[in-house]
């Protein structure tokens, strides 16, 4: 009977793992109630690493070659199962296989804005987003702190955990180093850096090793981003007179746009006496004397008021629009 049980076994002469589909990073191979011929062949590819597991004690790891399993390859097996020298039978043991492939283009990012509390704006929420990428290096780790026995364990099933403990630690990042936020953003490169020295003991816990992670935006919330705009504005423009300068002279095209702006305007103007009136107004506005200039501060709603019924003479084609343009110049320059 002992003999026909024996017969009826089936025996497994060549251990290997084809990866079938993108993603796999731990595969057990199907062993049933299959056993392990003593001499067996077992083929490790390159990017691959083999794991044996004995009633739920890892033993033997095996990296990229073609080995023949006996004693002498599988020392740490043999030691738990009391093996001597002269073993020649069939054995069980689980076989596990892990890809060793870069993870590329994993993608991270802060799902809801985090709070930090900057130097130069106070306290601030700032959205971020990049991309990471990452190889598994111990077996041994990923066995015992994530896959476990599973019979697949995939990359997917790692992003939620390793997407959240890098935010985690990039937030804590932003409120240890104390850098404002405009000089993160300048220096991008930089803060990827120090965020994935930050990483590598997390990665290094399961098992893994973080190859890169880039920091490809940092942004604020929208109505900071409008004060930012202004603020830099301002500086690029030097003193508030020019500011308001600025402001005048961006509004002109949105007026335009508009009904009831500079073309309304200009179309109400009429035509006859009223034209006449404008163009002299206009005119004599833009070829005041220098003194006269200098008397009396003119107002942006003068320059303004003026701006419009000079448009509206360029729509009717009294005046060209270089003329509206030289005239809108004289004008600007009078704003203190």
């Known amino acids: 009977m002992a003999l026909m049980d024996f017969i009826k076994k089936q025996f497994i002469d060549v251990i290997h793992w084809t990866e079938q589909a993108d993603g796999v990073l731990a595969h057990r191979f199907p062993m049933q109630d299959f056993e392990i011929q003593n001499g067996a062949k077992l083929t490790v590819r390159e990017t691959q690493m083999a794991l044996f597991v004995d009633e739920g004690q890892i033993a033997d790891v095996f ?3 073609l080995y023949t399993l006996n004693t002498e390859t599988l020392p740490v097996l043999t030691y738990l199962k009391n093996w001597d020298k002269f073993f020649a039978s069939p054995f069980k043991s689980d076989v596990y296989f892990f890809t060793t492939r870069q993870q590329l283009d994993r993608k991270w990012g802060t799902p809801n804005p985090i709070t930090i509390r900057d130097k130069e704006f106070g306290i601030v929420r700032l959205r971020a987003f990049g991309i990471y990428s990452y190889h598994l ?6 066995y015992l ?12 099933e790692m992003e939620g955990q390793l997407r959240n403990t890098l935010i985690g630690s990039m937030t804590d990042l932003f409120g240890e180093s104390g850098i404002a936020f405009l000089d993160m953003a300048a220096n991008q490169e930089e803060l990827g850096t120090a965020l ?3 990483m590598l003991p997390v990665f290094d816990h399961y098992g893994l090793v973080l190859d890169t992670l880039v ?4 942004s604020l919330p929208e109505e900071l981003q409008k004060a930012l705009d202004a603020r830099i504005s301002m500086n690029v423009l030097g003193d508030m007179s020019r500011y308001t300068q600025y402001q005048v002279a961006t509004s002109i095209p949105l007026a335009a746009q508009n009904e009831g702006g500079l073309a309304g305007a200009g179309a109400g103007l009429g035509a ?3 034209i006449g009136q404008a163009m002299a107004g206009a005119m004599n506005a833009a070829s005041s004397p220098p003194q006269a200039a200098a008397t009396a501060a003119v107002s942006a709603e003068e320059v303004m008021a003026t701006l419009e019924k000079l448009h509206g003479l360029m729509t009717k084609g009294i005046l060209t629009a270089e003329e509206f343009e030289a005239k809108k110049a004289e004008l600007l320059k009078k704003l203190v």
């Open 137 to 142: 290096a111990d077996a041994k780790k990923f």
């Open 215 to 218: 920091v490809q935006n940092l």
């Open 63 to 65: 990296g990229p070659g």
């Open 145 to 156: 702190n994530v896959s476990g026995t599973r019979e697949d364990f995939t990359s997917e």
């Open 272 to 274: 006859g006496i009223g």
């Open 196 to 198: 994935r020295q930050k």
